[in-house]
Protein backbone atom coordinates (compact mmCIF):
# COMPACT_ATOMS: atom_id res chain seq x y z
CA UNK A 1 0.00 0.00 0.00
CA UNK A 2 1.07 3.32 -0.77
CA UNK A 3 0.98 6.48 2.22
CA UNK A 4 1.60 9.06 0.41
CA UNK A 5 -1.81 11.27 -0.30
CA UNK A 6 -3.82 8.42 1.79
CA UNK A 7 -6.11 8.54 4.58
CA UNK A 8 -5.65 6.43 7.60
CA UNK A 9 -7.12 6.10 10.99
CA UNK A 10 -5.37 5.14 14.25
CA UNK A 11 -7.00 3.69 17.22
CA UNK A 12 -5.74 4.65 20.41
CA UNK A 13 -4.11 7.19 19.12
CA UNK A 14 -3.28 10.01 21.84
CA UNK A 15 -0.08 8.25 23.32
CA UNK A 16 2.50 5.43 22.90
CA UNK A 17 2.45 3.28 19.48
CA UNK A 18 -0.97 5.34 18.81
CA UNK A 19 0.93 8.49 18.79
CA UNK A 20 3.96 7.13 16.88
CA UNK A 21 2.23 5.61 14.01
CA UNK A 22 -0.01 9.19 13.74
CA UNK A 23 3.35 11.07 13.67
CA UNK A 24 5.06 8.49 11.55
CA UNK A 25 2.48 8.97 8.91
CA UNK A 26 2.55 12.60 9.11
CA UNK A 27 6.37 12.41 8.35
CA UNK A 28 5.89 9.68 5.24
CA UNK A 29 2.75 12.76 3.88
CA UNK A 30 -0.60 11.01 4.61
CA UNK A 31 -3.31 13.18 3.68
CA UNK A 32 -5.09 12.74 6.64
CA UNK A 33 -5.21 11.32 9.53
CA UNK A 34 -8.33 10.17 12.11
CA UNK A 35 -7.01 10.19 15.75
CA UNK A 36 -9.12 8.50 17.68
CA UNK A 37 -9.27 8.07 21.42
CA UNK A 38 -11.81 7.34 24.65
CA UNK A 39 -10.75 11.02 24.92
CA UNK A 40 -9.96 12.83 21.90
CA UNK A 41 -9.29 16.03 23.71
CA UNK A 42 -5.65 13.78 24.94
CA UNK A 43 -4.78 13.28 21.26
CA UNK A 44 -1.89 16.28 20.18
CA UNK A 45 -3.79 17.88 17.29
CA UNK A 46 -0.11 19.43 16.32
CA UNK A 47 -0.71 19.30 12.75
CA UNK A 48 -4.00 20.26 10.51
CA UNK A 49 -4.09 16.90 8.72
CA UNK A 50 -5.11 15.46 12.25
CA UNK A 51 -8.70 14.41 12.81
CA UNK A 52 -9.18 13.72 16.57
CA UNK A 53 -12.69 11.58 17.27
CA UNK A 54 -13.50 10.18 20.28
CA UNK A 55 -13.83 6.15 19.80
CA UNK A 56 -14.00 3.43 22.43
CA UNK A 57 -13.13 0.85 20.51
CA UNK A 58 -15.56 -1.58 23.05
CA UNK A 59 -18.92 0.58 22.13
CA UNK A 60 -21.17 -0.28 19.41
CA UNK A 61 -22.04 3.07 19.25
CA UNK A 62 -19.07 4.73 18.97
CA UNK A 63 -17.66 2.95 16.33
CA UNK A 64 -20.97 3.36 14.34
CA UNK A 65 -20.41 7.14 14.82
CA UNK A 66 -16.69 7.22 13.64
CA UNK A 67 -17.30 4.95 10.68
CA UNK A 68 -19.56 7.40 9.35
CA UNK A 69 -17.47 10.11 9.31
CA UNK A 70 -14.21 8.41 7.82
CA UNK A 71 -15.74 6.96 4.21
CA UNK A 72 -12.18 8.26 3.14
CA UNK A 73 -9.97 5.89 5.40
CA UNK A 74 -7.96 3.72 3.53
CA UNK A 75 -5.57 2.74 6.42
CA UNK A 76 -6.79 1.25 9.68
CA UNK A 77 -4.63 0.23 12.49
CA UNK A 78 -5.70 -1.81 15.41
CA UNK A 79 -3.72 -0.24 18.14
CA UNK A 80 -5.73 0.53 20.94
CA UNK A 81 -4.39 -2.22 23.87
CA UNK A 82 -5.28 -3.28 27.25
CA UNK A 83 -3.08 -5.35 29.66
CA UNK A 84 -4.74 -6.32 32.98
CA UNK A 85 -1.01 -7.21 34.30
CA UNK A 86 -0.43 -9.36 37.04
CA UNK A 87 -3.68 -11.38 37.18
CA UNK A 88 -2.72 -15.10 36.98
CA UNK A 89 -4.89 -17.64 35.36
CA UNK A 90 -6.14 -19.05 38.35
CA UNK A 91 -7.22 -15.90 40.35
CA UNK A 92 -10.77 -15.54 40.92
CA UNK A 93 -10.61 -11.95 39.01
CA UNK A 94 -9.08 -13.95 35.79
CA UNK A 95 -12.01 -14.57 34.02
CA UNK A 96 -13.58 -11.19 34.18
CA UNK A 97 -10.19 -9.72 33.07
CA UNK A 98 -10.03 -12.31 30.66
CA UNK A 99 -13.16 -10.46 29.16
CA UNK A 100 -12.43 -7.11 29.38
CA UNK A 101 -8.64 -7.93 27.41
CA UNK A 102 -10.74 -9.92 24.73
CA UNK A 103 -13.58 -6.92 23.92
CA UNK A 104 -10.00 -4.64 23.51
CA UNK A 105 -7.70 -6.49 21.21
CA UNK A 106 -10.14 -9.49 19.64
CA UNK A 107 -13.55 -8.41 19.40
CA UNK A 108 -13.23 -4.54 18.95
CA UNK A 109 -10.50 -5.10 15.84
CA UNK A 110 -12.75 -7.49 14.40
CA UNK A 111 -16.31 -5.12 14.58
CA UNK A 112 -14.04 -1.55 13.44
CA UNK A 113 -12.41 -4.21 10.67
CA UNK A 114 -15.82 -5.22 9.40
CA UNK A 115 -17.52 -1.85 9.60
CA UNK A 116 -14.60 -0.28 7.32
CA UNK A 117 -14.39 -3.24 4.57
CA UNK A 118 -16.37 -1.08 2.69
CA UNK A 119 -14.92 2.03 3.14
CA UNK A 120 -11.42 -0.06 2.08
CA UNK A 121 -12.63 -1.52 -0.94
CA UNK A 122 -14.35 1.66 -2.15
CA UNK A 123 -10.85 3.35 -1.74
CA UNK A 124 -8.86 0.93 -3.40
CA UNK A 125 -8.54 -2.24 -1.40
CA UNK A 126 -6.31 -0.17 1.39
CA UNK A 127 -5.05 -1.96 4.18
CA UNK A 128 -5.23 -3.16 7.99
CA UNK A 129 -2.20 -3.07 10.64
CA UNK A 130 -3.25 -5.42 13.51
CA UNK A 131 -1.05 -4.54 16.57
CA UNK A 132 -0.11 -7.95 18.05
CA UNK A 133 2.40 -8.93 20.76
CA UNK A 134 5.39 -11.65 21.04
CA UNK A 135 3.11 -13.13 23.92
CA UNK A 136 0.78 -14.19 21.43
CA UNK A 137 3.10 -17.29 21.32
CA UNK A 138 3.96 -16.87 24.65
CA UNK A 139 2.58 -17.37 28.64
CA UNK A 140 4.27 -16.33 31.56
CA UNK A 141 2.68 -15.66 34.66
CA UNK A 142 0.34 -12.91 34.95
CA UNK A 143 0.29 -12.92 31.26
CA UNK A 144 -1.83 -15.98 30.37
CA UNK A 145 -5.50 -14.02 29.90
CA UNK A 146 -3.37 -11.45 27.73
CA UNK A 147 -1.15 -14.12 25.94
CA UNK A 148 -4.46 -15.61 24.91
CA UNK A 149 -6.15 -12.55 23.74
CA UNK A 150 -3.74 -11.68 21.82
CA UNK A 151 -3.20 -14.92 20.28
CA UNK A 152 -6.65 -15.39 19.39
CA UNK A 153 -5.95 -11.55 17.77
CA UNK A 154 -3.22 -13.16 15.94
CA UNK A 155 -5.36 -15.95 14.52
CA UNK A 156 -8.14 -13.34 13.84
CA UNK A 157 -5.85 -11.18 11.49
CA UNK A 158 -5.04 -14.46 9.59
CA UNK A 159 -8.31 -14.79 9.00
CA UNK A 160 -9.10 -11.30 8.21
CA UNK A 161 -6.22 -11.65 5.44
CA UNK A 162 -7.54 -14.43 3.73
CA UNK A 163 -11.48 -13.01 3.65
CA UNK A 164 -10.19 -9.66 2.48
CA UNK A 165 -7.97 -11.05 -0.48
CA UNK A 166 -10.34 -10.79 -2.92
CA UNK A 167 -10.86 -7.02 -2.40
CA UNK A 168 -6.87 -6.37 -2.72
CA UNK A 169 -6.84 -5.50 1.02
CA UNK A 170 -3.66 -5.77 2.97
CA UNK A 171 -3.75 -6.95 6.41
CA UNK A 172 -0.32 -6.87 8.70
CA UNK A 173 0.28 -8.47 12.13
CA UNK A 174 2.34 -6.15 13.93
CA UNK A 175 4.18 -8.75 16.72
CA UNK A 176 6.81 -7.13 18.95
CA UNK A 177 8.22 -7.56 22.52
CA UNK A 178 8.94 -5.19 25.54
CA UNK A 179 8.36 -1.24 23.92
CA UNK A 180 9.11 1.85 26.01
CA UNK A 181 5.59 2.27 26.65
CA UNK A 182 2.97 2.79 29.83
CA UNK A 183 2.14 -0.43 29.81
CA UNK A 184 6.37 -1.81 30.42
CA UNK A 185 6.83 0.73 32.60
CA UNK A 186 8.79 -0.80 35.62
CA UNK A 187 9.80 -3.35 33.92
CA UNK A 188 14.06 -3.78 34.00
CA UNK A 189 14.48 -4.89 30.03
CA UNK A 190 15.48 -3.69 26.61
CA UNK A 191 12.76 -1.68 24.68
CA UNK A 192 12.34 -0.44 21.45
CA UNK A 193 11.30 3.05 21.12
CA UNK A 194 7.64 2.86 19.74
CA UNK A 195 8.78 5.58 16.81
CA UNK A 196 11.15 2.63 15.30
CA UNK A 197 8.76 0.06 15.45
CA UNK A 198 5.97 2.36 14.03
CA UNK A 199 8.64 2.67 11.42
CA UNK A 200 9.31 -0.60 10.67
CA UNK A 201 5.96 -1.46 10.61
CA UNK A 202 4.87 1.28 7.59
CA UNK A 203 7.64 0.32 5.66
CA UNK A 204 6.82 -3.28 5.49
CA UNK A 205 3.63 -2.11 4.89
CA UNK A 206 4.67 -0.21 1.44
CA UNK A 207 6.69 -3.17 0.70
CA UNK A 208 3.47 -5.55 0.56
CA UNK A 209 4.47 -7.40 3.69
CA UNK A 210 2.06 -9.66 6.17
CA UNK A 211 4.00 -9.76 9.10
CA UNK A 212 6.48 -7.66 10.76
CA UNK A 213 8.60 -8.95 13.62
CA UNK A 214 9.77 -5.69 15.19
CA UNK A 215 12.38 -6.59 17.64
CA UNK A 216 14.49 -9.22 18.78
CA UNK A 217 12.49 -10.80 21.10
CA UNK A 218 9.56 -11.52 18.55
CA UNK A 219 11.74 -12.70 15.75
CA UNK A 220 13.24 -14.86 18.26
CA UNK A 221 9.92 -16.53 19.79
CA UNK A 222 8.47 -16.77 15.88
CA UNK A 223 11.37 -18.95 15.37
CA UNK A 224 11.03 -21.11 18.50
CA UNK A 225 7.48 -21.74 17.64
CA UNK A 226 8.69 -24.82 14.68
CA UNK A 227 11.25 -26.20 17.13
CA UNK A 228 8.31 -26.06 20.13
CA UNK A 229 11.10 -23.65 22.54
CA UNK A 230 7.86 -21.84 23.57
CA UNK A 231 6.52 -24.81 25.34
CA UNK A 232 6.77 -24.88 28.99
CA UNK A 233 7.54 -28.25 30.20
CA UNK A 234 7.05 -29.29 34.10
Known sequence: MRIENSVALVTGANRGL?????????QQGVKKVYATARRPETVAAHDERIVPLRLDVTSLEDI???????ADVALLINNAGIHNRGVGILMPEAVSSARE??????FAPLVLSQALVPA????????????LSAL????????????????????????LRQALRGQGTQVLGLHVGYMDTEM???LDVPKTSPLEVAQITLQA????EIEVLADQVSAQLKQ???AGAYLQRG
Open 18 to 26: GKAFVDVLL
Open 64 to 70: EAVVAQC
Open 101 to 106: EFETLV
Open 120 to 131: LAANGGGAIINV
Open 136 to 159: SWLSLPGTETYSAAKAAAWSLTNG
Open 184 to 186: TRG
Open 205 to 208: LQQG
Open 224 to 226: GLS
